[in-house]
């Protein structure tokens, strides 16, 4: 059973990058498409991006200028780098695999990032 | 971006009651060159992550109770519980993939009357 965790802080101050790291246990990450997603605290779900395990990548339109997100198959990771980070920003971030790029079939216990000086 | 509206907001069935929850999509996600739906449904309890029940509007994930269905087509769909337990208090989320990027519907809540 495929399984993911997120790591990383959970207080960033306001203009600095968030780092999150999504480690993928009980499989291989080769041959997947591998998202994040965030839940602003009592609100819907928003798709951040994703990248397939070779590197290619694709991001929400809404936030494509501040996201990055690479791939480690060495070690079985993937991560997420957002910029300029404001109160808005503030969400639960969920690292999910994407069956085909298209549904999220296993996804992270989230974790919860807060923006704030 | 293809806007995801989900009614109602919140609902309250009794146990063992139908619970059906709609999904309208701001354009049609079936791709007509292999007649599928783009669409997913998917249940989060508090304090968990969102887990998938159904894929391509009606093919039911891996270890999902049969009470649980996916219908419609085009840009409107529905999730049924045929008869509502109390394991099933969530919100339930629709999302498409029919075009990028994936966008989710606002959630309902589901409870217990």
């Known amino acids: 059973q495929v399984q993911l965790q997120e790591s990383g802080p959970g207080l960033v101050k306001p203009s600095e990058t968030l780092s999150l790291t999504c480690t993928v246990s009980g499989g291989s990450i080769s041959s997947y498409y591998w998202s994040w997603v965030r839940q602003p605290p009592g609100k819907g779900l928003e798709w951040i991006g994703y990248i397939y395990y070779s590197g290619s990548t694709n991001s929400n339109p809404s936030l494509k200028s501040r996201v990055t997100i690479s791939v480690d198959t060495s070690k079985n990771q993937f991560s997420l780098k957002l910029s300029s980070m404001t109160a808005a920003d503030t969400a639960i971030y969920f690292c999910?695999?994407?069956?085909?790029?298209?549904?999220?079939?296993?996804w992270g216990q989230g974790t919860l990032v807060t923006v704030s000086s | 971006d293809i806007v995801m509206t989900q009614s109602p907001d919140s609902l309250a069935v009794s146990l063992g009651e139908r619970a059906t929850i709609n999904c309208k999509s701001s354009q049609s996600v079936l791709y007509s060159s292999n007649n599928k739906n783009y669409l997913a449904w998917y249940q989060q309890k508090p304090g968990q992550p969102p887990k998938l029940l159904i894929y391509?509007?009606?093919t039911r994930e891996s270890g999902v109770p049969d009470r649980f269905s996916g219908s419609g087509s085009g840009a409107e769909f529905n999730l049924t519980i045929s008869s509502l337990q109390a394991e099933d208090v969530a919100v339930y989320s629709c999302q498409q993939y029919y075009r990028s990027p994936p966008t989710f519907g606002q959630g309902t809540r589901l409870e217990i009357k």
């Open positions: 391509w509007a009606s």
């Open positions: 999910a695999r994407a069956e085909l790029g298209y549904y999220f079939d296993f």
